[in-house]
């Protein structure tokens, strides 16, 4: 069920023993990827690049519970969030509500419909973490998990080809995907390049 706990806009099972699940940016696992020092070596952040012009703007197009945008953000990229979920989306409203002030001045959130590629400004990037299944063992990392495969599904290889299509269309500098490291490409076109760890990869497309 969707409700407040609180005073956070949280999804649980009333019958279950888990904690309420909230977007948050500075709590436990999260609060501690934020920190200065911890953002320079993420994966993520490497894959981004530096901009080669002046436009820094990063589009999360897969928003979900924030973490990623969290992290570009603190990389020092402004960064506008879509979410195609209802749920997910007033959730992402809720937790940017709550965010740290350097956090919330750098984080837009865009109208639920999407992003219209017509009013979008100049993009140095655009990023996108599809769904998929989670190869760690963490009960916290599985349970988000779950709700997030509940309200965002995977999408099947024409909606693949769709969405990447769609996210080069918006003529960023570059497409940065998250796939599972042994995983096929996105929409299975071959990248620019790659930044790979032992389970999780993200692809470059330039």
Known sequence: MLGWHEERLSLWRPEGRESPLSVTFSDGKQGYRLTPERVRH????????????????????????????????????????????????????????????????????????GA??????????????????????????????????QLAAY????EEVMLLEWALGLDPQRVVVKRPGKAEPLAKRRPHHQIAGKAIRFDVYE
Do not use: N
Request: charged residues 25%; contains cysteine; aromatic residues 4%.
């Open 42 to 113: 993420e994966r993520l952040i490497k894959a981004l690049g530096k901009p080669r012009e002046q436009t820094r703007t990063v589009l999360d197009a897969t928003a979900g519970l924030g973490r990623d945008a969290a992290l570009i953000a603190m990389a020092g990229f402004p960064v506008l969030l879509a979410e195609r979920s209802p749920i997910l989306h007033a959730m992402l409203a809720d937790g940017l509500r709550r965010a740290p002030t350097e956090l919330a001045a750098v984080m837009q959130l865009l109208p639920c419909a």
């Open 116 to 149: 219209d590629a017509h009013s979008m400004p100049p993009l140095h990037a655009v990023y996108l973490d599809p769904m998929f299944p989670s190869r760690e063992k963490s009960a916290a990392v599985k349970k988000d998990l779950q709700w997030l495969q």
């Open 155 to 158: 999408p099947d290889h024409h």
